[in-house]
């Protein structure tokens, strides 16, 4: 089982993947690790998948698709959550997983995630890395925060 949510591509062979998702036994429980990488690579003609095993956001129901977590903006550079209070439940898992992507040499755009939001005392998944590329246009979740502007600001720079 593979959403497209779970997945995303630079275009020059390389896939960046959740761990959690891709193995959860909701999904693939008859392959392990090697099985789907073998098979993704084979499928998509990939020399390289990147498999992250930190980071999620809480009120996400998709087990941590990387489509809420990190994303090739260009074929050099990921796009990452980040979160800045180090008293939210985010801040250390995000943190590793800023850890595991510089290590893969692409470079790195940080999203300071969203003060949190609830609906009826459950958190939402808020995050701007579900944004869309859509006919030379990019297509922004904004939440009425004050990361918003900045958001913006750094997307329109890293995407003239």
Same mark, same amino acid.
């Given at each position: 089982?593979?959403?497209?949510?779970?997945?995303?591509?630079?275009?020059?062979?390389?896939?960046?993947?959740?761990? #959690?998702? *891709?193995?959860?036994?909701?999904?693939?429980?008859? !392959?392990? $690790? %090697?099985?789907? &990488?073998?098979?993704?690579?084979? =499928?998509?003609?990939?020399?390289?998948?990147?498999?992250?095993?930190?980071?999620?956001?809480?009120?996400?129901?998709?087990?941590?698709?990387?489509?809420?977590?990190?994303?090739?903006?260009?074929?050099?550079?990921?796009?990452?959550?980040?979160?800045?209070?180090?008293?939210?439940? #985010?801040? *250390?898992?995000?943190?590793?997983?800023?850890?595991? !992507?510089? $290590? %893969?040499?692409? &470079?790195?755009?940080?999203?300071? =995630?969203?003060?949190?939001?609830?609906?009826?005392?459950?958190?939402?998944?808020?995050?701007?890395?579900?944004?869309?590329?859509?006919?030379?246009?990019?297509?922004?979740?904004?939440?009425?925060?004050?990361?918003?502007?900045?958001?913006?600001?750094?997307?329109?720079?890293?995407?003239?």
């Amino acid at each position: 089982i593979l959403e497209g949510g779970s997945i995303d591509f630079n275009g020059e062979g390389v896939m960046l993947t959740s761990s #959690h998702c *891709l193995l959860n036994e909701n999904r693939n429980s008859h !392959l392990n $690790k %090697t099985q789907i &990488d073998t098979k993704l690579k084979e =499928i998509f003609g990939l020399k390289q998948i990147i498999w992250l095993e930190n980071g999620f956001i809480k009120g996400d129901d998709t087990d941590h698709h990387i489509d809420t977590l990190a994303r090739f903006i260009d074929k050099n550079t990921i796009a990452h959550c980040i979160c800045e209070d180090e008293e939210d439940e #985010h801040y *250390l898992p995000l943190q590793k997983m800023k850890e595991e !992507l510089k $290590k %893969t040499g692409f &470079d790195l755009l940080e999203l300071p =995630i969203p003060k949190p939001l609830y609906y009826e005392e459950r958190r939402l998944g808020a995050t701007y890395a579900n944004f869309v590329f859509i006919n030379n246009a990019l297509i922004v979740p904004f939440y009425k925060d004050k990361n918003d502007e900045i958001i913006a600001k750094r997307l329109s720079k890293a995407l003239p």
